[in-house]
């Protein structure tokens, strides 16, 4: 199993920036791709920006050019860099990893995907 622990959701104004942070633990050598997903109130969740372990992104229409997606391996930690953002940015914040369920080096992964807790960005007009 992955477990994942996010952070950096906050309370700002229209076009300030935030930088979320996701850390993964657990049986991290089975993830085979990351996200940010969002879900504001009254709304379904949708995916912000994704990341494959080679590095290929992706990113929703309404937050290209102003968010972007990295991670850092060594450590384990997903990032979330938002730029400029507006008060339609403002939802529930989850990280999310796809785990494998092929051996990975000899390594027995279970298949499935993790989630973590959310955290809150709030953008005040």
């Known amino acids: 199993q992955v477990q994942l622990v996010e952070s950096g959701g906050g309370l700002v104004q229209a076009g300030d920036s935030l930088k979320l942070s996701c850390t993964a633990s657990?049986?991290?050598?089975?993830?085979?791709?990351m996200g940010w997903y969002r879900q504001a109130p009254g709304k379904e969740r949708e995916l912000v920006a994704s990341?494959?372990?080679?590095?290929?992104?992706y990113y929703v229409d309404s937050v290209k050019g102003r968010f972007t997606i990295s991670r850092d391996t060594a450590k384990n930690t997903l990032y979330l860099q938002l730029n400029n953002l507006n008060p339609e940015d403002t939802a529930a914040y989850y990280c999310?990893?796809?785990?494998?369920?092929?051996?990975?080096?000899?390594?027995?992964?279970?298949?499935?995907?993790?989630w973590g807790q959310g955290t809150q960005v709030t953008v005040s007009s």
């Open positions: 990341i494959t372990r080679h590095n290929r992104t």
């Open positions: 999310n990893a796809d785990r494998t369920g092929a051996p990975v080096s000899g390594y027995l992964c279970t298949g499935g995907v993790s």
């Open positions: 657990g049986d991290t050598i089975c993830i085979t791709a």
